[in-house]
Every structure is written in C-alpha cells, then in structure tokens.
C-alpha cells in the first residue's frame, strides 16, 4: 500500500508546508494559528478541485428528482418481486446515466485526503516523519496549539483536560454542522415528496442522521488537525450548497418557489406583467436519454 499511500503524503504535508512558508513570517514558524491555517488552506485547495465532482452531484440529485414518477412506476409494478424491482431500477439508472449514490461522492473523493492527514498529524505526535513532514517542520508542528491543544492530540490519546475540551467542541460543531448542512438540503433545496416508499427521500433521511453519529463517535480517535479540517470543509460544503439553492434552486423546491415569488413581487414593483419567465427562468434539471420538447417560437408583433 506504500505506492499508493506515500505519494498521498507528500501531497497532503507538501501543500501544508508551502502554506506554512506564506504564513511564518506573518504568525510565527511554530505559532498553532499557521499550522491551523495551513490545514484550512488544504481545505480550499481540495474542495476546489472537487468543484467538478459537486457540479456532477447536484446533477445527478435532480436527475434523480426527475425520474421520481417512473421510479414509482417500478416500484408499483414490481411490488411482489423485489429482485426485477431492483434490477429495472439499475436499468433506468443506467438509461439515464445517473446514480443514487452520487451525494455521497464528495465525502468518498475526500476520504484518501482526510486519511492521509490523519497519518501525518498521528506522525507528528509520534515523531514519525511522512511525507515532507520531517526535520524542522515536523518539530515546529508538534509544537503548535490550537486554542491550547497540539494539533497532533486526539481525544482518547491524551489525558490533558485541554485537549479534551477542545477537541469535545470541534467534535460536536463537526458533526452539528454536517446536519445542518443535510438538513438545508432536505429543507429548501429537494422538492416536496411523498413520503411513503420513497427512496431518494429515504436514503437523505438516513444520511441526515447517521453521518452526524458516525463523526461524533469517530471524531474521538481524530486529531485536533483532522477536526479542524473535517469542520472547515464542513462549512465550506454549507456555503457552497446554500449558494446554488438560493441562486439555481431545484424546480419544485421550496427555495424554487420562493424564488419564483420574489420575481413575481419584483415584476409587479416594476410595474410591468409576470410573464412565465419570471416563473421559469431557472431551468429544470435535464436527463440525458430525456426526449426535449421543442420550443415555440415567439410571435413578432405587427
């Protein structure tokens, strides 16, 4: 696993470092603010390049929205016989090149980075170099504190009351901040549904809850770096939600909706007619495989 995970390494403490050699000179070489910093740093570099896999995640939600009505279809017709039900719903997923799983890709794509951050800050307290983390850096790091608490200090593997008060609190923002964010989704940015046998509406409700549990109990084998990381890509993963759902909301949602009311107050404060683009101006969601009706063209006036 060394030719997969070392290359890891020196990219995950190769960033941090470069962004320590920016910040020393302002913070300190062995200040915990630069060292924080650094990991925040690493946080908008990954989440940036994983701009691309978000784009696909939110097309691929409303694609699944859009194959609502047929996916009941199947379900309705196969209600007696669960493996045809499951195979002609892999069918329309495949027809239509679209995934029920794709809101879990950004936290999949990250879990190699967060794995080998872990590693990193593990080797700091440890006096194991990994990556470009050795020599001088890696002392500078161990002796950075993050609001009193090393960076490097989990919550079971220290006995200083510091660290566990620090690492109590990024636990529990890390994970309220994941619900939040989960819950801004199913609240604002989903269309309404019906509740009963709906599995899109199903599989939110169970991320809703259980990745929230999953980081509380695994948040106390974590490091203070890796909380701060995991809480900082969780904000950057709220901002980046809340501002396609107010801006480019899904059709059918309570954001759409509320979209559409503020076009039509701000027509009428015009004083000019609400025209159905007022109404439709954000597009709906388009499923390749989708036939497209043509659009009529505009009369010109005489």
């Not at 701060?228 to 396609?244: H, K």
Request: charged share 20%; aromatic share 10%.
């Amino acid at each position: 696993m060394g030719f997969i995970l070392n290359p890891l390494y020196s990219i995950v403490s190769g960033i941090m470092i470069a962004i320590h050699k920016v910040l020393s000179p302002i913070f300190g070489a062995n200040s915990g603010v630069t060292w924080a910093l650094s990991i925040m740093g690493l946080v908008v570099l990954i989440r940036t390049a994983l701009i691309p896999l978000f784009v696909k995640q939110i097309k691929s939600q409303r694609a699944m929205t859009v194959l609502q009505p047929q996916m009941k279809a199947i379900q309705a017709k196969y209600k007696d016989d669960r493996q045809k039900q499951s195979e002609e719903m892999m069918k329309l997923y495949k027809d239509h090149k679209t995934n029920p799983l794709a809101s879990c890709f950004p936290i999949i794509a990250q879990a190699p980075v967060m794995f080998s951050l872990f590693t990193v800050l593990n080797g700091i307290a440890k006096n194991k170099p990994h990556g470009f983390m050795k020599g001088e850096y890696l002392v500078s790091a161990a002796q950075a504190k993050f609001f009193g608490s090393p960076i490097s200090e989990t919550f079971l593997g220290s006995d200083k009351l510091t660290v566990k008060i620090v690492t109590v609190v990024l636990i529990i923002f890390m994970s309220a901040t994941t619900f939040t964010t989960q819950k801004q989704l199913m609240t604002k940015g989903m269309p309404k549904m019906d509740a009963s046998n709906n599995m899109m509406l199903q599989q939110q409700k169970i991320m809703l809850y259980l990745f929230p549990l999953i980081f509380a109990i695994s948040g106390v084998n974590f490091p203070v770096g890796v909380l701060i990381y995991w809480s900082t890509t969780n904000i950057w993963t709220f901002g980046q939600q809340f501002y396609v759902i107010k801006r480019n909301p899904t059709p059918g949602s309570p954001a759409f909706e509320e979209l559409q009311r503020k076009r039509a107050h701000k027509a009428k404060q015009e004083g000019r007619e609400i025209t159905p683009q007022d109404a439709t101006e954000v597009e709906a969601p388009k499923v390749e495989g989708q036939r497209q009706q043509p659009k009529k063209a505009k009369k010109k006036k005489k």
